[in-house]
């Protein structure tokens, strides 16, 4: 009797986790499905790199319907400023289409989510730009992680060519717009009077920030932010 039950308790296990397997199977093809784009085609090969990452990445994407997709291999491409996942289902790689998407994420590698958001840079033309989010608030400050094809030595790349960062910054509100910032002191304190400028040197001294690189510029602008200081 005892073997009896402890025989049917194992073949309902199985059969249950069988299902659940089943059903999360099912409910990856059909997000799969959700998700728009064309296939992608690769790059021609010069010296340094056209995407943010080396290798794909687990990420998330949110659609402008709301939904959200998660745990998709994701590689951003800085070159073109488009997002490319891997359907596993179909073994391919696929450009999702911009316009259905809201942003993605991922997480660095050491624990720290990066966060993307597409936004109209230019309400003219329409055009629509990936821009990580460094630091959220009614001004943002973003990074646009261009990456250009340019020319140089053809000791560095033998075709004359290569994948050059071209990085670029903005405060963005949805009352101004953007506003171009470089990565320096002087380049953040033109954004504000004189008065508050003194203000900020002393919130800088007494943190003990010198801006040197991306990091200590965030870590500036979120001292700065939470002061309450106004832009121009």
Not at 50 to 56: A, G, I, T
Not at 79 to 101: A, C, G, P, T, W
Not at 127 to 143: C, D, I, M, P, Y
Not at 152 to 168: D, H, I, N, V
Request: hydrophobic share 35%; charged share 25%; net charge positive.
């Amino acid at each position: 009797m005892t073997k009896r039950i402890f025989y049917i308790i194992t073949l309902w296990g199985l059969l249950t986790g069988g299902s659940l397997i089943a059903q999360d199977k099912k409910q990856k093809m059909w997000n799969s499905e959700k998700i728009k784009g064309t296939q992608f085609i690769a790059y021609p090969t010069y010296a340094g790199t056209p995407y943010l990452s080396e290798k794909f990445v687990i990420g998330d994407i949110e659609l402008t319907d709301g939904t959200t997709i998660r745990e998709l291999g994701l590689r951003y491409s800085s070159f073109q400023d488009e997002l490319i996942y891997y359907n596993k289902f179909i073994s391919k790689q696929i450009v999702i289409d911009k316009i259905s998407l809201k942003g993605f994420s991922f997480d660095n590698g050491n624990g720290v989510k990066r966060i993307f958001r597409s936004q109209d840079y230019d309400i003219n033309s329409h055009e629509q730009r990936f821009f990580e989010v460094l630091s959220k608030g009614t001004t943002s400050l973003l990074a646009y992680r261009k990456v250009d094809l340019e020319s140089c030595e053809t000791s560095y790349s033998k075709f004359g060519l290569a994948y050059q960062p071209s990085y670029r910054y903005y405060l963005y509100s949805a009352e101004k717009g953007y506003s171009t910032v470089k990565l320096t002191r002087n380049s953040l304190l033109s954004k504000f009077d004189k008065p508050n400028q003194k203000i900020i040197k002393r919130i800088l001294r007494k943190n003990g920030v010198q801006i040197t690189d991306e990091a200590s510029f965030v870590k500036a602008w979120d001292l700065v932010s939470e002061s309450g200081i106004k832009l121009l």
